[in-house]
């Protein structure tokens, strides 16, 4: 039986990994290492200047005190002798789209492990919500989505940034990630020794969607899929500013 890692950015303990690992049961043999709590926002980091914890809290399932890829560098470097067949990354309770791709923890973990040459999604939901996600739409979609990858594979660099709108009219996009079209918001605050800090949130500006990206297919109510490559070469640069080589070289005597 092909063999399904299982991680997130929510904790292992989430509502969306247990629906997730919930409908994999007989795809395969699913083993699960994820962050011990809550890493979200953590992108792809990486922890470096302390001990990262370690604890098997059931037969195929570990906590990690870290990040979700220092969970993804332990499980491929340590806790599995051969690499699993597929990863699967969530379901994030929230989406990540636009420029959260570049922040989100979910994506992150399945970047670390297309990186080691494993086919990986990132799974999202986007909700209206919070108090009445129901996860199991897209827990059975990702089901679906992971027999088809078990089967056909991936292009070799590329992973899969996977959308569920919490509304779901059946239908599945493939689409390109959107520009940023979110507005920051600070929020200010003072904590009683008189210290300012910020609470930081996003306002998603509907006016500037664009047609064929995640936010397009997610506000219609279709999944998104978009495939997103590791590579970041900009190819026409190459050649575009290869004129500056000359004139930047020192010439040495």
């Known amino acids: 039986m092909p063999h399904i890692l299982v991680t997130n950015d929510d904790g292992i303990h989430s509502v969306g990994l247990r629906a997730l690992v919930a409908a994999l049961e007989g795809l395969g043999t699913v083993s699960v290492v994820a962050p011990a709590e809550e890493r979200s926002g953590h992108a792809q980091s990486i922890t470096l200047r302390r001990p990262i914890g370690v604890e ?38 929230g989406a990540n789209m636009g420029e959260n791709v570049y922040y989100s923890g979910t994506v992150g973990a399945a970047m670390e492990a297309v990186i080691h040459s494993i086919p990986a999604a990132a799974l999202s939901i986007a909700y209206r919500n919070k108090e009445s996600i129901d996860f199991a739409p897209a827990a059975q979609f990702a089901r679906r989505l992971g027999e088809l990858m078990l089967k ?12 569920v709108p919490q509304e779901w009219t059946g239908a599945v996009c493939f689409t390109r990630q959107s520009k940023k079209i979110t507005r920051n918001v600070l929020k200010e605050d003072v904590d009683p ?53 000359r004139q930047l070289a020192t010439i040495r005597t």
């Open 56 to 93: 098997q809290i059931t037969e195929r399932e570990w906590a990690i005190d870290g990040t979700p890829t220092d969970a993804m560098i332990i499980a491929l470097a340590k806790l599995f002798p051969e690499p699993p067949d597929l990863v699967l990354s969530g379901i994030n309770c």
């Open 152 to 163: 056909d594979g991936l292009p070799k660099g590329v992973l899969l940034n996977v959308n």
């Open 193 to 245: 020794r008189g210290r300012v800090h910020y609470w930081l949130h996003e306002q998603v500006r509907k006016d500037d969607i664009e047609p064929e990206t995640d936010y397009a297919a997610v506000f219609e109510g279709s999944v998104s899929i978009t495939p997103l490559e590791l590579d970041r070469t900009h190819a026409t640069s190459l050649n575009h500013l290869s004129h500056w080589a």
